[in-house]
């Protein structure tokens, strides 16, 4: 099996905004999302990208569904786990189909998890008996530049 190192963020960053500027219609419809919640899809919070390893049953739309999540959580506030990880089957699901897995949900899950244990160490979220509640709001960046100083600051690291 061969592994392959992860792009670095600024290519992810400049990928997704030349995807954009083409006009390709996945990036457009979470641009929409992301406009309608008032924030712009290039200046996504950096979490969005940890960890930096995708499953490949995550690659079709791995941006789309951590932003949506993201969207979800800070429109929301609180929201049962049950909700939030069906919300991200159906994301994922729109995207790909995986005719060769019986479940595919346990698989999901555990990508949800780690995602959400993510959240969970940069303490932006809580778990509670019920679900998650967002503890503060997460930063989105003002434009790509910004984004790819900060980016450009933790690669250093």
Known sequence: ??????????????????????????????????????????GCPLIVHWPRFQSPL????WLG????CLLLLQTRREIAVTTHYQRSCNLI???ATYPCLHDVNNLIFAQF?????????QRLVQRTPTG???????PWF????VKLKEITKQEGK
């Not at 998890?113 to 160490?121: G, M, S, W, Y």
Request: some cysteine; charged content about 25%.
């Open 113 to 121: 998890e780690v995602f959400l244990t993510a959240l969970i160490r």
């Open 1 to 42: 099996m061969q592994t392959k190192k992860p792009e670095s963020l600024s290519h992810v960053t400049k990928t997704v905004a030349r995807r954009l500027q083409h006009g390709q219609a996945p990036y457009l419809e979470l641009q929409l999302s992301c406009y309608q919640a008032g924030y712009n899809l290039l």
């Open 142 to 145: 003002s434009d790509t530049s």
């Open 93 to 95: 699901r729109r995207r």
């Open 58 to 61: 995550m690659k079709p739309d």
């Open 132 to 138: 998650v509640i967002l503890l503060k709001k997460i």
């Open 65 to 68: 569904w951590r932003v949506r």
